[in-house]
């Protein structure tokens, strides 16, 4: 038995949550790009529960903007799937499940753009929310007036000029755009290349005016591991227990954070937020993002490097190696912490390092570093480079962990292309696939010189992928060398941390 609307009277799991008939009576409130476990796992998760409050009372009409992949699984199983959270909370186990129904349909950009223009001029859409990864926020030359455009600001650019003209620029027609993209201000980024992609697109004034003076671009700060689809071993166990089969089942840890920059009226049109405790509108939620930024996604990109070439396959398979533990936690608390580029007293910190080793020592979570791996070049410049810069602030010795951590990113990034356009990288006998925008830079750096120390050097000074050249720092090269070429002759997890943690 398949999960599907029609089938829900028939599943008798104990401890499951199941939505009423009537949920799937309620409007699309919603219009969000993407169809990624964490866009599943944690907004359309806090909609869901907001539902089921009677509180917010609208479903999210998702649109797949990529041309891989299929929509068949959301439409076979009308959208719905299982959402399991497990985690320590408190001190206390958690393992709850419940059927998610936020999604009332999943369309695709390349086949169903009228649809989706559809949506845009429906009086009950109030809110966008996207994640396109780190990369889907960027400026592209784009003509809105393709079906559909290429870039993700392009689409939401014609959806908006879209609405604009179905209530003729009415004040209240303007929408509440929340980006969740791991990007620093990614509200106003967004807003920025919107209004900018509009003057190249030549569009009225008047449209500009509207889309500027009607339309809330909000900065928002995400924050839950959502590792994706259980195992097939893992998914053919669940399915047996559940009495249903479910292909779009999703596993999350229990801690959740969705900070959100906005007033009274935002609050008032995401009237999902007091569902949970984990959605915060305030003002300003920089101290959020410095915190999850550089200690949680930081401290993962540091360490992906490392764990992958160290054999080890998932975060928790890592944590629980003393060896490896004791390193990320030196890792966090002695080097990131104190060079986070805002003003965050050590204590609150600290307090927030040891929760975020707590969830990556999570039993019930599966987190594949090869998946922590994707866009690792974006990722390095965005949430590492910043706390290497603010080290030497105070500092002139070069940072051990840090250096240790952009050494097997390196090294890592080592790859060749083959003949179906993918890098592969190859570490004791395996093979693995890059995936990374930057990939062929890095492929061609290490194919391009027989000595490592003019290869460090020519990619530490590429301004183009870290905004500053990183060989003007201290001896931080140096210490980027003395890492690789020890990762290089001795290739061994043991090597590394007992190199590390002296």
């Known amino acids: ?176 755009i929340v980006p969740t993209e791991l990007i620093v201000d990614n509200g106003k980024k967004l807003e920025s290349i919107v209004l900018e992609l509009a003057h190249l697109n030549k569009l009225e004034p008047a449209f500009m005016d509207w889309l500027e003076e009607n339309n809330r671009f909000c900065s928002s700060l995400v924050d839950r591991i959502v590792p994706g689809a259980p195992n097939p071993a893992l998914a053919e166990e669940m399915n047996q227990e559940s009495g249903y089969q479910d292909n779009l089942r999703i596993i999350s840890e229990v801690y959740s954070l969705w900070a959100i920059e906005g007033d009274e009226y935002i609050k008032e049109v995401l009237s999902f937020a007091p569902a949970d405790k984990g959605v915060v509108i305030v003002p300003d939620i920089e101290v959020f993002r410095e915190l999850k930024l550089r200690l949680l996604n930081g401290t993962h990109t540091l360490s992906c490097g490392i764990a992958y070439l160290s054999g080890f396959r998932t975060v928790k398979q890592s944590m629980d190696n003393p060896d490896f533990s004791k390193l990320v936690t030196q890792l966090m608390i002695g080097e990131v912490a104190p060079a986070l580029p805002y003003d965050i007293d050590m204590d609150t910190a600290t307090d927030f390092a040891n929760k975020v080793l707590d969830r990556f020592r999570n039993p019930f979570i599966e987190h594949q570093w090869i998946s922590i791996s994707a866009q690792y070049s974006s990722k390095m410049k965005m949430r590492v480079i910043p706390i290497i810069i603010n080290h030497y602030k105070t500092k002139q010795q070069p940072p051990k962990c840090l250096a240790l951590g952009f050494a097997a990113f390196l090294r890592f990034m080592k790859s060749e292309k083959r003949a179906d356009g993918k890098f592969v990288g190859h570490y004791n006998g395996e093979e693995y696939v890059i995936t990374d925008s930057q990939a062929e830079v890095f492929s061609n750096a290490w194919n391009s010189y027989s000595d490592v120390h003019e290869m460090v050097n020519a990619l530490l000074a590429q301004k183009e992928l870290w905004g500053f050249d990183l060989n003007h720092l201290p001896s931080f090269r140096n210490a980027v060398l003395t890492e690789l070429l020890k990762i290089n002759e001795h290739g061994t997890k043991e090597l590394f941390f007992k190199e590390a943690i002296v």
């Not at 790009?33 to 806090?46: E, S």
């Not at 186990?93 to 999604?103: K, L």
């Not at 753009?113 to 994640?131: C, H, Q, T």
């Open 1 to 176: 038995m398949i999960l599907s609307r029609y089938n829900l009277n028939k599943i008798s799991t104990p401890n499951l949550a199941v939505p009423a008939d009537e949920i799937f009576e309620l409007p699309e409130k919603v219009l969000q790009f993407g169809t990624g476990v964490l866009l599943r796992g944690l907004p359309d998760y806090y909609i869901d529960k907001a539902n089921r409050q009677g509180i917010f009372n609208g479903r999210v009409v998702v649109v797949k903007s990529t041309d891989t992949g299929s929509t068949t699984e959301f439409d076979r199983q009308d959208s719905l799937y299982t959402l399991h959270l497990k985690g320590i909370d408190e001190g206390k186990e958690v393992d709850e499940q419940m059927v998610c129904s936020a999604i009332s349909r999943v369309l695709t950009a390349g086949t169903d753009w009228d649809k989706i223009l559809e949506v845009a001029k429906s009086p009950d859409l109030k809110v966008v929310i996207s994640n396109t990864t780190e990369v889907g926020i960027q400026l592209v030359q784009d003509d809105i007036r393709k079906y559909p455009p290429v870039s993700f600001p392009g689409k939401l650019l014609a959806v908006l000029y879209e609405r604009y003209k179905a209530f003729n620029g009415s004040k209240g027609s303007g929408l509440v």
